[in-house]
C-alpha cells in the first residue's frame, strides 16, 4: 500500500530533512509538498529532494484576503498520481507514531482501508511542550522534546486524517475532508463521531491507538517566537500565535520516548539523504542547503 503525506510548508528548513527521513524510516512512500514562500533554504532543499525523486514540491503562493493550506490541499487532490493509494494531511511539526514497537504503520492502514467501506481516517494529536528548552538546541526534535501532555488534554480532541485521495471531495478545513463516499473512522475502526460542540475536525473521543500524530507545536520558546508566532496561521485568517498559545500548549505533564527510540534510524536516513544530496552535480544544488545541511547532519550522526 503507498503511503504518501501531503502538506504545506513555509520557512521549515531546520526541521525538514528529519521529518522526511523520520517518515521514510516509518515506510511512507512519498511526500506532496506545497512551498508558500520559503526564503530560508526550504523551498531550496525541497527542490533537490525532488531532483532525487524524494518528493513532489510545487509552490503555493499566497493568494488576496485567502490563505494557502486549503487552495494547497485541493491542488494536491487534484493532481496526485493514481498509484497513491493513501494521502496523510499533516504538518511539518506533526509526526506519525507507531504507539508499540510491532507496529507496522503501512500494515496498520492496510488493516482498515482493506475494508473497500472505509475512505477516510482521523488520527488524534498527542501535545509535546518545549520540555523547559528556552533557546534552539541541536538535536531531533524527537529527542530533544519527549514531555506531552495527559491523554485527557481538550486540544488532543483535534485529529490528522489519512484518506484515499480519489474519495475527497475537499478538506472543510485542515484537519477533516469531505467525503465523496465511504466510511471515516477512528483508530479503532470504528466510524468516526464528531465533537459536539466543536464539529469537523474535532472528535467526540479521544483514540491512541495503533498509530497517532504527535504534535510539536510549541518546541522551545526561541524556535516558537521564531517561527509559528510569526508564520501565523496557513489556514485561518487574523489568528496569531502569542504568549497565550505558547502558554497554552506547552505542556509537560508526561514524558514518552517512542518517537525518540527511532532517533538512531532516523538519523542513518538523514545520512543517507544527504549522501544523496551531496551527489547531485553542482549547478543543481541549493549551496545554501547543501552546506548547512552537512554540518548538521554531521553533528547529529556523531
Not at 493514481?82 to 507507531?98: Q, V, W
Not at 500494515?107 to 520540555?131: H, K, P, Q, R
Not at 551527489?279 to 543543481?284: D, S
Request: one cysteine or more.
Amino acid at each position: 500500500m503507498n503511503i504518501y503525506i501531503a502538506a504545506i510548508v513555509k520557512d521549515e528548513f531546520t526541521g525538514l530533512l528529519e521529518w522526511i527521513a523520520y517518515h521514510r524510516v516509518l515506510g511512507v512512500t512519498g511526500f506532496i509538498i506545497a512551498d508558500n514562500g520559503s526564503r530560508d533554504g526550504c523551498r531550496e532543499l525541497l527542490a533537490s529532494l525532488a531532483r532525487l525523486g524524494i518528493v513532489t514540491m510545487f509552490d503555493q503562493p499566497d493568494v488576496i484576503n485567502q490563505k494557502p493550506q486549503l487552495p494547497a490541499y485541493e491542488h494536491i487532490l487534484r493532481n496526485c498520481v493514481h498509484n497513491i493509494d493513501l494521502l496523510a494531511f499533516i504538518d511539518a511539526d506533526e509526526f506519525l507514531l507507531p504507539l508499540s514497537p510491532d507496529v507496522n504503520v503501512a500494515d496498520f492502514f492496510a488493516s482498515y482501508f482493506n475494508d473497500e467501506s472505509v475512505s477516510a481516517i482521523a488520527l488524534n494529536w498527542s501535545n509535546f511542550g518545549s520540555s523547559g528548552e528556552v533557546f534552539a538546541e541541536e538535536g531531533l526534535v524527537i529527542e530533544r522534546f519527549t514531555r506531552r501532555a495527559p491523554i485527557k488534554f481538550n486540544v488532543h480532541h483535534n485529529f490528522k486524517s489519512v484518506v484515499k485521495p480519489e474519495r475527497v471531495n475537499h478538506f472543510l478545513n485542515p484537519h477533516f475532508a469531505d467525503l465523496r463516499f465511504g466510511r471515516y473512522i477512528d483508530a479503532l475502526g470504528n466510524d468516526l463521531v464528531l465533537h459536539p460542540k466543536h464539529g469537523n475536525g474535532v472528535s467526540a473521543e479521544i483514540v491512541w491507538h495503533g498509530v497517532r500524530v504527535n504534535h510539536y507545536v510549541v518546541k522551545s520558546l526561541e524556535e516558537f517566537l521564531l517561527g509559528k508566532h510569526l508564520r501565523g496561521s496557513a489556514a485561518t485568517a487574523n489568528r496569531v500565535k502569542h504568549k497565550a498559545y505558547f502558554k497554552a500548549h506547552d505542556r509537560n505533564d508526561e514524558t514518552c520516548l517512542l518517537a525518540a527510540s527511532l532517533a538512531p534510524k532516523v538519523k542513518a536516513e538523514m545520512a543517507a539523504l544527504q549522501a544523496q544530496l551531496d551527489a547531485l552535480p553542482q549547478e543543481e544544488s541549493s549551496q545554501k542547503s547543501d552546506s548547512w545541511l552537512a554540518s548538521r547532519v554531521k553533528k547529529l550522526i556523531g
